[in-house]
C-alpha cells in the first residue's frame, strides 16, 4: 500500500515523456521568439530610471556628452521596441543605462567638488 502510495506521489511530481517533452518545447520556443519583448521591457525600465536619476542631478549641464548620449540611446530604444526590434532595443537601452551612470557618477563627482571648495 505505502509503495503504492509513493509511486502515484512521484508520479505527479516529477512530470516525464510526453508531457515533460512538450513542456520543454514550449519554454524553448518562448526563448527563442516571444520572450524578447519581456528582456527589453526589463532593461528599458532600468535605464528610464537611471537617466532621469541623471537629470534630476543635472547631468545635463555637469555631464552632458554622458546624459545626452544616454537619453538619445533611450529614444533609439523605444523606436526599434515600436518596430518589434527588441534585440535591437535592448542593446540600445543598455547602452543608455550605461552611460546615465557614467552621468550620475560625473555628476556627484562634480557636485562633490564645487562642494568642497
Known amino acids: 500500500m505505502l509503495t503504492a502510495k509513493r509511486r502515484l506521489v512521484e508520479a505527479a511530481t516529477f512530470p516525464s515523456g510526453p508531457f515533460l517533452a512538450g513542456v520543454l518545447g514550449l519554454v524553448v520556443a518562448c526563448g527563442l521568439t516571444g520572450c524578447g519583448g ?26 552632458p556628452y554622458e546624459y545626452y548620449y544616454a537619453r538619445e540611446h533611450l529614444e533609439q530604444a523605444q523606436f526599434e521596441a515600436a518596430e518589434a526590434s527588441y534585440s535591437d532595443a535592448a542593446h540600445y537601452a543598455e547602452t543608455a543605462e550605461e552611460y546615465a551612470s557614467k552621468a550620475v557618477e560625473v555628476s556627484r563627482a562634480a557636485k562633490r567638488s564645487a562642494g568642497s571648495q
Open 38 to 63: 519581456l528582456y527589453y521591457g526589463i532593461t528599458m525600465s532600468s535605464a528610464a530610471a537611471r537617466v532621469e536619476e541623471a537629470r534630476v542631478l543635472g547631468a545635463e549641464t555637469l555631464a
